[in-house]
């Protein structure tokens, strides 16, 4: 049995870490490439939303390469499509004579380690060490990633920290036990560390908008790098630690009262985190507010127009990015670079004003 | 006071009870009319233009309504009464409301699986002023009323499943059916074709109680097949009342499983997928001759959907369309599309 999952940004080598580390025989899948998602639209369903046709993508060449059973996680809770997610692929799958097993995660952390337990056979406290492990990945993955947005638009050699982060990550898939992973993520900060940077204000741009898209840089055109290098310190709140601990927090009460004049009730996915990220983007002084969503994204499209007035309101600069498999890399680097300009006027502005 | 109802999306899932409510309670209601081009039009203009075509024209139903009223009344429906969510998009629209019209926006939210309807309603018509005695005889009449309407409505469409012509289903929402201009008039054009329209909307479902109905409906079926003058002498109220024996039985929950067993689609956590795949499970004990899936453009749902759908009527060999509509969708286009499925089932 040969496992594979979908790509997810740089989440994929802690996914594929945790596969090694259960000794399950694993395919990981590659980058996501325009030719993926070409191969994934061709037999996708027309009107289902981005994601899928990528992961499908993902799949036919994990496929190629050998792959049997899928791993497939759903919605951890909201009411969004993910949900039917492993449903749909089966079947487009079947339909395409690719028999492959699914292993479908239903909504619960508890339901992932269960199945989990049964696949690889591990026994419960392999089962917590390599849970551990996972976590602390995840979480040294997205501390890499915070440092990143802060050196990018400050490093005086263009390019740093980007090829100390792909190597850091190169380095990473070969970890296999935890005080390996400890010495990794010392090693990687320190490296960060080194870069040359030049201290100065420089305009800041808040990220929000649905998970996936957000967090793959693979999908979303490496919009984080894009606007390091543009000079602007990117901000994203929406991460996959950030959902999982608001599921154990049960955070979403709170949000809801901040957003409370804004938006009544949930959506679905993570609509109500946009309006309230963007809230806080704007009382916090950020430059501007991009919106990343797959097009046609039910919750996404839904509090857009709430989006667009929070910006009507308060004057902060709004990009909203649909992304799908006809969007080009040309045309959303063309609007960055429109956006960066406005977002650049906007924060000189706001320096004078703020002088005197 | 007069309070404004647009004719589109959420008043379709209970057309007539709103407004008939409202009357009951001695108010004065402004339903928008009918859709038309104007209203289409200025939809597309002011929603966001990745929401689905539904909203868009309910959006548009909406700008007409303003000014013309003191209040414009927009439902947050949540989940109904089996705690299955509703379309994700109708949380949102009170909000959305609020942004796009001027005019006072009145809005409950009817979460069943946290409140009951009834309840709800209460604190509404308290917002309005209104007693609880006054609330809760206008919710009785409406709901009289309603279910009058309906059970006329499947009344209606049973006796045209018995029938020997040919016969459609159109699968969709109620506001795709029920909407005219949305839909271009096909349950007009199909009958034009000389075939039956059947609305999915309009068929009881007997699935849920037992299955020895369907035996009762299927005997009836074959007795009209033979003999097309003595269906007509078969009384509808005798078999509802043989439904209600037997509703009385005790294994009805085995049942219940079985028919989910049976039909392969995943438990879906919205109200009207459930009802639909349910629906067409009905609608299969009968002789079928196509089904038409209509689903407006960017419909989040009908994407799910329709792979479940196509699935069902593949497996029974019925033939299946599948037709997107949006604010672009020509009639000449549509009409060629139908008539080339109907040539293909005569």
């Given at each position: 049995m040969k496992v594979t999952f979908p790509y997810w940004g740089n989440y994929t080598v802690a996914f594929e870490l945790l596969a090694k580390k259960l000794n399950l025989e694993v395919v990981p899948p590659e980058r996501t490439t325009a030719k993926t998602i070409e191969k994934g639209t061709k037999i996708a369903p027309e009107m289902y939303c981005f994601p899928l046709k990528v992961n499908l993508g993902n799949f036919l060449?994990?496929?190629?390469r050998g792959a049997d059973t899928i791993l497939m996680p759903t919605a951890l809770g909201g009411s969004c499509r993910l949900r039917y997610y492993p449903f749909v692929q089966e079947k487009v799958l079947k339909e395409n004579g690719k028999n492959?097993?699914?292993?479908?995660?239903?909504?619960?952390?508890?339901?992932?380690?269960?199945?989990?337990?049964?696949?690889?056979?591990?026994s419960f406290f392999k089962m917590i060490e390599a849970t551990i492990f996972t976590f602390k990945a995840l979480s040294i993955i997205e501390k890499l990633e915070r440092k990143a947005w802060y050196l990018r638009p400050r490093e005086i050699e263009k390019g740093d920290t980007d090829k100390v982060l792909l190597s850091a990550f190169k380095r990473m898939r070969e970890i296999k036990s935890f005080s390996e992973l400890l010495r990794f993520e010392r090693e990687a900060l320190k490296e960060l560390e080194q870069i040359r940077i030049e201290r100065k204000k420089v305009p800041r741009v808040g990220i929000v908008g649905e998970i996936y898209t957000v967090c793959d840089h693979a999908v979303n055109f490496e919009i984080e790098k894009k606007l390091g290098n543009l000079g602007v310190e990117v901000h994203r709140e929406m991460s996959l630690l950030y959902h999982l601990k608001k599921k154990i927090f049960f955070s979403d009460f709170f949000i809801q009262r901040k957003i409370k004049p804004y938006l009544g009730s949930t959506v679905g996915g993570h609509g109500r985190d946009?309006?309230?990220?963007?809230?806080?983007?704007?009382k916090e002084g950020f430059d501007g507010v991009i919106q990343l969503l797959p097009a046609y994204c039910m919750p996404e499209s839904t509090v857009r127009p709430i989006l667009e007035k929070i910006h009507q309101e308060t004057g902060i600069p709004f990009l909203s990015l649909s992304l799908d498999e006809q969007v080009a890399e040309a045309g959303i680097d063309t609007r960055i670079e429109a956006f960066i300009d406005v977002v650049e006027n906007y924060f000189k502005r706001r320096q004078l004003h703020k002088k005197p | 006071m007069k309070i404004g109802i647009p004719r589109a999306l959420i008043y379709w899932k209970r057309p007539y009870f709103w407004e008939n409510f409202f009357e009951n309670l001695g108010f004065e209601v402004l339903l928008s009319p009918k859709t038309n081009k104007e209203i289409v039009e200025i939809g597309v203009k002011i929603s966001d233009p990745e929401t689905c075509f539904s909203n868009k024209v309910y959006f548009g139903h909406l700008k007409w309504l303003e000014g013309k009223c003191d209040l414009i009344f927009v439902p947050r429906l949540r989940r109904n009464e089996e705690k299955l969510e509703y379309c994700p998009k109708f949380f949102g629209l009170p909000d959305l409301a609020k942004i796009l019209v001027k005019t006072k926006i009145l809005t409950k939210t009817f979460d069943e699986g946290k409140e009951e309807f009834e309840k709800s309603l209460l604190k509404l018509g308290e917002k309005l002023g209104k007693k609880k005695e006054e609330v809760e005889k206008a919710f009785r009449e409406a709901l009289e009323k309603e279910r009058e309407i309906k059970e006329k409505q499947e009344k209606e469409s049973l006796e045209k499943l018995k029938t020997n012509s040919k016969k459609i289903v159109l699968?969709?929402?109620?506001?795709?059916?029920?909407?005219?201009?949305?839909?271009?008039?096909?349950?007009?054009?199909?009958?034009?074709?000389?075939?039956?329209?059947?609305?999915?909307?309009?068929?009881?479902?007997?699935?849920?109680?037992s299955t020895n109905n369907s035996q009762i409906f299927?005997?009836?079926?074959?007795?009209?097949?033979?003999?097309?003058?003595?269906?007509?002498?078969?009384?509808?109220?005798?078999?509802r009342a043989q439904i209600r024996e037997n509703s009385q039985n005790p294994n009805i929950s085995d049942i219940r499983g079985q028919i989910r067993e049976n039909s392969r689609w995943p438990s879906f956590h919205w109200e009207f997928a459930k009802e639909m795949m349910e629906k067409i499970d009905e609608v299969l004990k009968y002789k079928i001759d196509g089904a038409i899936e209509i689903s407006s453009f960017a419909c989040g749902c009908d994407a799910v959907l329709k792979e479940f759908v196509e699935k069902k009527f593949k497996e029974n060999k019925i033939p299946f369309l599948y037709l997107v509509i949006d604010e672009h969708t020509g009639e000449a286009g549509f009409q060629t599309r139908l008539e080339a499925f109907i040539d293909t089932i005569t």
């Open positions: 060449e994990a496929i190629e492959v097993n699914f292993i479908v995660f239903d909504q619960s952390l508890l339901d992932i380690f269960s199945k989990l337990k049964k696949l690889s056979k591990a946009a309006i309230y990220e963007m809230l806080k983007y704007v | 699968i969709s929402h109620p506001y795709n059916l029920y909407d005219e201009y949305v839909n271009l008039r096909i349950k007009e054009r199909l009958e034009k074709l000389g075939v039956i329209p059947i609305l999915i909307e309009e068929i009881p479902l007997t699935s849920r109680i299927t005997n009836v079926q074959e007795d009209s097949c033979s003999n097309s003058c003595k269906f007509e002498s078969y009384n509808i109220s005798d078999i």
